[in-house]
């Protein structure tokens, strides 16, 4: 199956500084997400991006499809900003649009006020 | 609205018992899904329904019972599981129409199933 690894596993920060995370991917896919998965086990949907680069807010997110990969951007960090974030890819799986979402190994982000 | 529900939060249930863990939506999404997520790893696929019918099973014990009765809910059965089961499910929908390549999956709070 794909195999999907995140870095860096572990990430400490201030507030107020910036981040990279990172998504390899080994096969192509039709779908990648971006989740913040919170405290209490939520996870949140931060970018639907098979391609390309999409901005929201303090996240910006980009995927080089060709290349197999996506960057997380978060600037300007947050306390709230703590959390687990993954990457899922997903290949679609009939005519249908529904599909597995195969998940990362997730960056654990800690941000220290 | 993007909402997907979950009951219950929380679950602790014996190895005879039988539980059901229950997800609602109301966005229209035509494909449903259920994944498993142990401590400390990421969630993984336990089943897809596509217009309420199973379309995948990845290999999950059959102690674990899907059941789809409407485009709106989607349920797990739970009985005679081990402790090893223990875990937080999630349930997600997309869209999932004829024509949709790819969609985006929401989620629900999930449910934190011990198994005693």
């Known amino acids: 199956g794909i195999q999907v690894e995140q870095s860096p596993p572990d990430l400490i920060l201030q507030e107020g500084a910036n981040s990279t995370l990172r998504c390899n991917f080994s096969d192509s896919v039709n779908n990648l997400q971006w989740f913040h998965q919170n405290p209490w086990g939520q996870l949140i949907n931060l970018f639907y991006i098979p391609s390309g680069t999409k901005q929201n807010g303090r996240l910006s997110a980009t995927t080089v499809a060709t290349e197999r990969y996506s960057l997380l951007y978060i600037s300007s960090s947050q306390t709230t900003d703590s959390g687990v974030y993954f990457c899922?890819?997903?290949?679609?799986?009939?005519?249908?649009?529904?599909?597995?979402?195969?998940f990362g190994t997730g960056t654990r982000l800690t941000i220290i006020p | 609205d993007t909402e997907v529900t979950q009951t219950p939060k929380h679950l602790v249930m014996g190895m005879t018992n039988k539980k059901s863990l229950k997800c609602e939506q109301h966005?229209?999404?035509?494909?449903m899904y259920w994944y498993k997520q142990k401590a400390k790893k990421p969630p993984e696929l336990m089943f897809v329904y596509s217009y309420e019918k199973l379309s995948i099973n990845e290999s999950v014990p059959s102690r674990f019972s899907p059941e789809c009765p409407n485009s709106s809910l989607l349920n797990l059965h739970l009985h005679a599981l081990q402790p090893e089961d223990s875990a937080l499910y999630l349930c997600?929908?997309?869209?999932?129409?004829?024509?949709?390549?790819?969609?985006?999956?929401?989620f629900g709070p999930g449910t934190r199933l011990t198994v005693l």
């Open positions: 966005m229209g999404h035509r494909a």
């Open positions: 997600a929908s997309s869209r999932g129409v004829l024509g949709v390549i790819t969609d985006t999956q929401y």
């Open positions: 899922a890819v997903g290949r679609r799986i009939s005519n249908f649009g529904n599909e597995k979402l195969t």
